[in-house]
């Protein structure tokens, strides 16, 4: 069956060490088809196994989940339009390279922005701030699409201001008004922290030596707090698997979804950008034969992925989803061999 070389791909990864722990969902519009949880949380045989409600950190999945859905409240609620120039929000975001940017344009990852900060993180948001505002532009915006966290941050500042919240009081209210579960959150709460998915800091991390459990693994969104527009949601393959099907409905044209799941404002978000050869929509990404997501999703498709291990795909046109959340930064595989997983995870799937 498919599901079971599914399962098989991820119990090879285990054993080739890409990652300790993986837990897989897959379902359609109306649930769950198949759930999958294997491996121990670390690689000592004595911690636990994971399961359905083991906590990841989902990286960058929270740039789709949290900052991209908060946006598209704000526009529903005509609060923000995606075409208003960033320099609106941001005083210091000056210079003629930079004045017909838009919130669009950070959506898209078109907005001349580098992924990185060439120095340490900031230490406030005041200072990433300045950073971003002040860096040079890498490229000429909608001239090209690089992938930036800095801009999704900016995106975070922004959608905080115009929400009068912070990011983690909005996702949790419009969480909990879309009911969505509430394991897919910002911040875990202390009794959730020692269940989740550990990771190892980075290199270049002033937390390096040490064990992250619950602890947010980048170290940006580390720098502002734990809640940033890039990075810092956690969550379990179910309650993820439960937003995934709030996005399958909408972007199939059901009306019952809550707000801001509103089919023709879904439909503009997930329309692939005009910039020249990329593949991005508004926060998420669409299919190519080159994805992760592998080579047999329809064109619909859209996802993401996050530097933990962690993707989210769904298809409407076949109406399926499909999580894969792993802990690939505890110590494990490279990005490759991530890749690799990822798309003969969904090669595998294909069928059901």
Same mark, same amino acid.
């Given at each position: 069956m &498919?599901?079971?070389?599914a399962a098989a791909i991820l119990r090879r990864a285990i054993d080739a060490r890409v990652f300790p722990a993986a837990v897989a969902e897959m379902g359609d519009s109306t649930g769950r088809r198949w759930r999958f949880a294997a491996g121990r949380l670390t690689w000592n045989v004595e911690t636990p196994p994971a399961t359905a409600d083991t906590p990841f #950190?989902? &990286?960058?999945?929270?740039?789709?989940?949290?900052t991209t859905t908060l946006a598209m409240?704000?526009?529903l609620d005509n609060r923000? &339009?995606?075409?208003?120039?960033?320099?609106?929000?941001?005083?210091?975001? $000056?210079?003629?390279?930079?004045?017909?940017?838009?919130?669009? *344009?950070l959506l898209e990852h078109a907005s001349g922005l580098p992924a990185r900060l060439v120095d340490a993180p900031s230490a406030s948001r005041r200072e990433f701030e300045h950073d971003i505002c002040a860096i040079k532009l890498e490229y000429e915006p909608r001239s090209r699409s690089v992938y930036s966290d800095l801009g999704f941050i900016l995106l975070g500042f922004l959608v905080a201001d115009v929400g009068g919240a912070t990011l983690k009081e909005q996702f949790r209210r419009l969480a909990a008004a879309a009911g969505a579960p509430e394991a897919l959150e910002y911040e875990l709460p202390l009794n959730a922290r020692f269940r989740a998915?550990?990771? /190892?800091? /980075? *290199? #270049? #991390?002033? $937390?390096? %030596?040490?064990?992250?459990t619950g602890e947010?693994? #980048?170290?940006? @969104?580390?720098?502002?707090?734990?809640?940033?527009?890039? &990075? %810092?949601?956690? %969550?379990?393959?179910?309650a993820?698997? @439960?937003?995934?099907?709030?996005?399958?409905?909408?972007a199939s044209g059901a009306r019952d979804a809550p707000p801001p799941f509103v089919p023709p404002l879904v439909s503009e978000f997930l329309t692939r950008s005009r910039v020249p050869d990329?593949?991005?929509?508004?926060?998420?990404?669409? /299919?190519?034969?080159?994805?992760?997501c592998g080579t047999r999703m329809s064109p619909r498709a859209f996802g993401h992925v996050g530097f933990t291990g962690t993707s989210l795909w769904i298809d409407p046109a076949r109406d399926r989803y499909f999580v894969l959340l792993t802990n690939r930064a505890f110590g494990a595989g490279t990005l490759d061999q991530m890749r690799d997983v990822r798309r003969a995870f969904h090669d595998a799937l294909a069928e059901v």
């Open positions: &498919a599901t079971e070389a #950190d989902l &990286a960058s999945l929270t740039k789709p989940i949290a409240q704000l526009a923000l &339009a995606l075409d208003e120039p960033v320099a609106a929000f941001f005083p210091e975001w $000056r210079g003629a390279d930079r004045e017909h940017v838009t919130v669009r *344009d998915a550990p990771t /190892m800091p /980075m *290199d #270049d #991390d002033v $937390r390096r %030596g040490r064990v992250l947010v693994h #980048d170290n940006y @969104a580390a720098a502002l707090g734990g809640v940033a527009g890039h &990075a %810092g949601l956690f %969550g379990t393959g179910p993820v698997g @439960a937003y995934a099907r709030t996005w399958l409905r909408a990329s593949s991005r929509a508004l926060g998420w990404d669409t /299919m190519l034969s080159t994805s992760s």
